[in-house]
Every structure is written in C-alpha cells, then in structure tokens.
C-alpha cells in the first residue's frame, strides 16, 4: 500500500486524485494540504505543509507554483518522494525541483496523461521513420476559450518530441499568415484553436506524398492528468533520489 500527502488536495485536481485513490486498493491518502477549510474528507487537511507530520511514502503535488519552494525544502527535509503536477514553473523554480532530486526522487511532467506520454514516445519513433523520407509536420491542439496560453505547453512537448527525433534542427512557426511563400522543409507548424469547454485535443500531423498520418489524444475530462498522478506516485515510492517524468512510468 501507497501512502500520499496530497498537496493542493481541495482544488479541483486535487479532488480528482482523491476520488481516484478511493477506487485504488493499493493507494490511500494520509493526509491533505489546503488553505481552504470546509472538506469532507476522512484524513486531516492541514492549511500548511509544517501542521503534517503524518508518515508517507510520496507527495502528489497539485497546488500553485509559488508554493514549490516550501515544498521541496519539506519533501526534502522529511525525505519524501514528490510527484510535481504543478505547471507554470520559472527557471528559478525548476532549479529548485532539480536541487532537490539530488537527495529525494522528484517526478516532474508537463503533462501527467499517460496517453499523452504515451503520444511522445509514438512520436519520436514516427518521426524518425518519416521525417528523413520527406514528411512535413504539423502540431495542432484545441482548448476552453478560458484558456490564456497558447499554444499550449503540451502543443511544445509535443513539437520537441518530434524535433528531438530529427535532431533539433527545425523551427517552430505559429502562424503563417504574414508569408506568401511556399512552406519550408525545416519546420514545425504549432495551431492553436480555442472554444467551448474543451478539455483538450492535441493533433500530431505527418503530411507527405500521397498519404498524411495522424497522432491524437483526446481528453474527456480532467481526471486523465489525476489517473496519471496516481500512477506516478506508485513508480516513485521507494525510489532512490533523480529526477524523473512520466517517460519512466510508462516503460
């Protein structure tokens, strides 16, 4: 059995992994963090990281960037693997994260699908067949027109697994619409669509003679990246200090 502090464990992922760990008869929540104080939760839910001192064998990190920094230095200071959901890290911030794998296991993704993480590995072996015999690539993704950002984070995963394959040498371009000129060889075309309440799409696209081959992953809802967090959690514990992502859970 799996033993987790939830960190973030009142937001809206938080509240996907709990009902996620309910379902899993090899994990089970020890205690959660949040600031906010009405729950029904069954396991204390402390407003801060310092009132824990409940035993765990990994943390699920879905709370707020600016929190990364209290919590490394817990993880660390208690030696407890951590699963850093978290998005929107600076430079600063992911040093941190680096830091601290040097003496905890840290797992680390821009995306915590194991679809999407799947989609990548697919990607660099496609992209290795395809691209040296011609094929264009294309990235297109769609989110909620909530969404600020674009193209999305996962939209850039996704082109660099394509670009690493070809040995970095192409360029991104986001939009074509100032050129009037056939399309280069040497890029990857990133579009972003927003609208509705989309959860997300992202659309790997291989365009070459005669045939284009696509790459999708739909999500449904956002319980995937939740699914995704549970597994990580069960690969870290117990594992030795390194930084590691979700390329290590699916094998």
Do not use: W
């Not at 729950?39 to 879905?62: G, M, N, Q, W």
């Not at 601290?100 to 915590?112: D, K, P, Q, T, Y």
């Not at 514990?237 to 094998?251: E, H, N």
């Amino acid at each position: 059995m799996v033993t987790v502090i939830l960190h973030g464990a009142l937001g809206f992922m938080g509240r996907a992994v709990d009902e996620i760990c309910r379902q899993d008869p090899e994990i089970t929540i020890a205690a959660g963090i949040d600031i906010a104080e009405n729950h029904d939760r069954e396991y204390p839910v402390y407003d801060s990281l310092d009132k824990c001192t409940e035993p765990a064998d990994v943390i699920i990190d879905f709370s707020t960037a600016s929190a990364m920094g209290s919590l490394m230095a817990y993880a660390v200071e208690r030696r407890i693997p951590a699963v850093v959901c978290t998005t929107g890290l600076t430079e600063a911030m992911l040093a941190m994260v680096k830091e601290a794998s040097e003496e905890i296991a840290v797992l680390r993704s821009g995306n915590m699908s194991l679809g999407i993480n799947l989609l990548l590995k697919l990607l660099k072996t496609a992209s290795a067949t395809l691209l040296p015999a011609g094929y264009d690539a294309e990235i297109e993704e769609m989110h909620h027109r909530r969404k600020l950002d674009a193209p999305s984070g996962t939209a850039l995963m996704l082109a660099d697994a394509v670009n690493e394959a070809a040995g970095g040498r192409y360029e991104y371009v986001y939009g074509r619409s100032d050129r009037h000129e056939a399309r280069p060889a040497k890029e990857i075309g990133i579009s972003s669509l927003r609208g509705g309440t989309v959860v997300g799409i992202h659309d790997a696209i291989f365009a070459g003679p005669d045939e284009v081959i696509e790459i999708k992953h739909t999500a449904y809802s956002r319980a995937v990246f939740a699914k995704g967090a549970v597994q990580a959690a069960k690969y870290l514990a117990g594992k030795g200090p390194g930084l590691y992502d979700m390329s290590d859970v699916i094998g």
